[in-house]
C-alpha cells in the first residue's frame, strides 16, 4: 500500500489540477460565485456593483466592526437616555466639546444617523448574504457527492494497495464502511464517492442568521423598550403609571396607555457593613424588603430585591440601583401650625460615608399676623458624626450610629409660583434672604433625631453625648418665625423599572450565533472517493488496485488522518495481497515507458509521505 500528501505543485499544475477533477474540485462552501465579468456603464449596471459590494462577506464584516468601534463612545459618554443630569453636567464641563457632541449625537448614539446607518446596511448586508447562501446550500443538500476524478493521485490525501478481493466486493463493503461513518454515498461503475460534514455550512448558515435575530432583538428592544426611575422612601410605595416615575424614557412605539398594572411598597430596607478590619465600612448586605402586587385587584407577595437580583412583575424588571438617608422633620410656622411633616431625602456626596445633603421647601409657612414668609432649609446629614471639634461635619462610618443634622434656614419667596421647574434636591435663593443671629453670622443649628436620642447617649462609638454636642432635636427661628424637629430617620432606595421585550429574542440570537461559530470552525467538510479496478494487462500479482483519496475544504491533518482510518477499516474486507516472488515480478512488470497507473511525477508515490493505510 502506498500513500501520499499534496506536494508542491509545478508551474501550471493547478490549472490541470482543476480540469482533471472536474465536478469533484467543485466548491465545498455555500459562498456565491464571484463573477468576474465588470457591470455595465449606467444606472443598473452601477446598481448592481453596489448590490454585490454591499452584500459580500468582507463588507458585512467592516460594517460589524464598524457597528462595535461605534458603541464605545455610548459606554464612554453620558447618554441621555440613560443620565440627562450628566449630559448637561458634561455640557456645563467642557462647553466646546459638549458642543461638537452634540452635533455629532455623542450624547444620543444609539439613535443617532449614523449608528442607525451602520445598523441598518449590516442588516441588508446580512440578508443579502444569507439568502443566496442558504439557497445554494439547499441545492447542495438536495444534491449528491460528485463522482470520482479521473486522478486521484492529485488530490491532498491518497493511498492505494493490491487486494485479491473482487472489485465489486471491496465496493460493496466501502460502502457499507462509508454508510456506516454517517458519509452520504453515491456508487458509480468502479468507484464510490462520499461527502460528509454539511454541518460546516449550516453552522456558517447559523451564525449570519444569529446576527440578524440579534440586530431585529435590538430594533425590538429599542423600539418597544421602556425605563424609569423612582426612589421610594421606606413606607412609600409605587404604582406603574406614567405619573409615578420620576424619570421617564421610552421607545418610540411604545404606548403609555397599554402599561402593565403592578406596584409596590417599600417595608424596609436591611444595610450591614463591616465593622473591623482593613475592610471597615465595606457593604455587606443591601436588601429592600417589599410587598408587591399585579393587577387592579392582586394579591399582595413579599419579596427581597437586591443588587443584580432584580423582581420580574408583569414583563417588567425592577432593579435595585442605590440607597440613602431621608431624615423626618416636622416644620412648624410662627403660628405654631405644623406647615410640614414627612421624610426628606438626601442625596449622598460621600458614597463611601453617605454625608449626605439636602432640603426642606415650606411653601405653606405664614408669619404671626398671616402673611405669606416661605420657609426653606438647607441641611447636611451625616449618619455617624465625626466630632464636634473635628473642622468639619463629616461621616465616620456608613450606619447611622450618631446620626446629626446641621440646618440653616432661609425665608422669602421660593419661586415656586413661577411655573418653572425646580430641581427638588436644590434651593433656589435668588428671592429669599438667610437668618442670622445677633451678632450677624449665619444661624445655623446641630440637631439630633429626637427618637433616638436616648440610645446615642450609650453608644460606644459615639464620642460626644448629646449635651456635650451643644445639640437638640428642635431648632427655633429668630424672633418666633418658626421651627424645625429633626424627628428620626427613615431609608430610601431608588429603583429601575424596564420593560425590554428583545431580551429573550437577542439570548435566542446569541447562543445561536455561539452554535454557529463552533460548528463552522470545529466541522470540516470532506469529499471521499474508493475505486476499485483490475489493471487492464494484469498487472504484477493480478488481483484488484485500490484507491482511496480525500478532498477538505481546507488543508487539515484530520484529512489524512481520517482517510488512513478508512483504509485501515476497508483492509479487514479487502486485505493487502501478498507480495509477488521476484520472478514473477520481473516477468510481468510493464515497462518504465508504459506506467499502469498514472502519477504526478516519474517517481513512484513514497509510502512514508501522507495518510498512513
Not at 444569507?130 to 438536495?142: C, D, N, S
Not at 462520499?194 to 444569529?210: I, P
Not at 426612589?231 to 404604582?239: A, C, K, N
Request: with cysteine; net charge neutral; charged share 20%.
Amino acid at each position: 500500500m502506498s500513500t501520499k500528501t499534496d506536494t508542491t505543485d509545478e508551474p501550471g499544475a493547478a490549472a490541470d489540477r482543476g480540469g482533471d477533477l472536474g465536478t469533484a474540485g467543485s466548491q465545498l462552501s455555500t459562498a456565491p460565485k464571484e463573477d468576474v465579468s465588470l457591470p455595465s456603464l449606467g444606472p443598473i449596471g452601477w446598481a448592481r456593483w453596489f448590490w454585490r459590494q454591499l452584500t459580500s462577506m468582507r463588507v458585512a464584516l467592516l460594517l460589524l466592526f464598524l457597528l462595535s468601534i461605534g458603541a464605545i463612545p455610548g459606554s464612554l459618554i453620558p447618554q441621555t437616555s440613560i443620565d440627562p443630569v450628566k449630559v448637561d453636567a458634561f455640557k456645563t464641563k467642557h462647553e466646546t466639546l459638549g458642543e461638537v457632541y452634540d452635533k455629532l449625537g455623542m450624547f444620543h448614539v444609539y439613535s443617532s444617523v449614523w449608528f442607525s446607518a451602520i445598523y441598518l446596511l449590516l442588516f441588508i448586508s446580512l440578508i443579502g448574504c444569507i439568502v443566496p447562501r442558504a439557497w445554494q446550500f439547499i441545492g447542495q443538500l438536495r444534491g449528491r457527492p460528485p463522482v470520482a476524478p479521473r486522478r486521484l493521485t492529485r488530490l491532498p490525501a491518497y493511498t492505494t494497495w493490491r487486494t485479491e478481493a473482487a472489485p465489486e466486493e471491496v465496493l460493496a463493503a466501502a460502502e457499507r464502511l462509508l454508510k456506516k461513518r454517517r458519509f452520504r454515498v453515491r456508487r458509480e461503475d468502479t468507484s464510490v464517492a462520499s461527502e460528509k460534514g454539511y454541518l460546516r455550512e449550516a453552522g456558517n448558515l447559523l451564525f449570519h442568521v444569529a446576527l440578524i435575530v440579534m440586530l431585529v432583538a435590538f430594533a425590538v428592544g429599542g423600539l418597544w423598550k421602556s425605563e424609569g426611575g423612582k426612589l421610594v422612601t421606606e413606607g412609600d410605595g409605587f404604582s406603574n403609571s406614567l405619573t409615578q416615575y420620576d424619570d421617564f424614557t421610552s421607545g418610540p412605539f411604545f404606548d403609555t396607555d397599554t402599561m402593565e398594572p403592578f406596584g409596590f411598597t417599600m417595608n424596609s430596607f436591611d444595610a450591614t457593613y463591616e465593622r473591623t478590619g482593613p475592610q471597615k465600612g465595606t457593604p455587606r448586605t443591601f436588601r429592600a424588603n417589599i410587598t408587591y402586587f399585579t393587577g387592579a385587584d392582586g394579591t399582595p407577595h413579599k419579596k427581597s430585591i437586591e443588587v443584580n437580583t432584580p423582581l420580574e412583575i408583569a414583563g417588567n424588571k425592577v432593579y435595585l440601583l442605590s440607597h440613602g438617608y431621608a431624615p423626618v422633620v416636622t416644620v412648624k410656622d410662627a403660628r405654631g401650625k405644623v406647615v410640614y411633616h414627612g421624610a426628606v431625602p438626601f442625596l449622598p456626596q460621600d458614597p463611601k460615608n453617605f454625608t449626605s445633603s439636602g432640603v426642606v421647601k415650606v411653601p405653606g409657612a405664614q408669619t404671626k399676623d398671616g402673611q405669606r414668609n416661605q420657609l426653606g432649609f438647607q441641611a447636611l446629614f451625616v449618619p455617624t458624626f465625626g466630632g464636634k471639634n473635628s473642622g468639619s461635619m463629616f461621616s465616620q462610618f456608613p450606619a447611622p450610629d450618631f446620626p446629626v443634622l446641621s440646618v440653616n434656614a432661609w425665608h422669602g419667596d421660593l419661586g415656586l409660583d413661577s411655573g418653572l421647574p425646580q430641581n427638588v434636591y436644590q434651593l433656589d435663593t435668588k428671592r429669599l434672604k438667610q437668618y442670622k443671629d445677633a451678632s450677624g453670622d449665619i444661624f445655623k443649628k446641630m440637631l439630633l433625631p429626637k427618637d433616638q436620642a436616648a440610645k446615642m447617649l450609650g453608644h460606644a462609638g459615639a464620642e460626644l453625648t448629646p449635651q456635650q454636642l451643644d445639640a437638640e432635636s428642635t431648632m427655633t427661628l429668630p424672633n418666633g418665625a418658626g421651627s424645625i424637629t429633626f424627628e428620626g430617620i427613615k431609608t430610601w432606595a431608588s429603583f429601575k423599572i424596564a420593560h425590554q421585550p428583545g431580551n429573550g429574542l437577542a439570548l435566542t440570537g446569541a447562543v445561536g450565533a455561539l452554535l454557529g461559530l463552533a460548528g463552522s470552525l470545529f466541522i470540516q467538510r470532506r469529499r471521499v472517493w474508493v475505486r476499485a479496478e483490475r489493471p487492464a494487462d494484469g498487472g504484477a500479482g493480478g488481483g484488484t488496485v485500490v484507491e482511496m483519496a480525500g478532498l477538505g475544504r481546507s488543508e487539515s491533518s484530520r484529512l489524512a488522518e481520517e482517510l488512513a482510518a478508512l483504509a485501515a477499516a476497508l483492509t479487514t474486507s479487502a486485505p493487502l495481497a501478498a507480495a509477488p516472488s521476484p520472478d514473477t515480478a520481473d516477468a510481468s512488470a510493464p515497462s518504465a515507458e508504459e506506467p499502469t497507473e498514472p502519477t504526478d511525477s516519474a517517481d513512484p508515490a513514497d509510502p512514508s509521505e501522507g495518510a498512513r493505510a
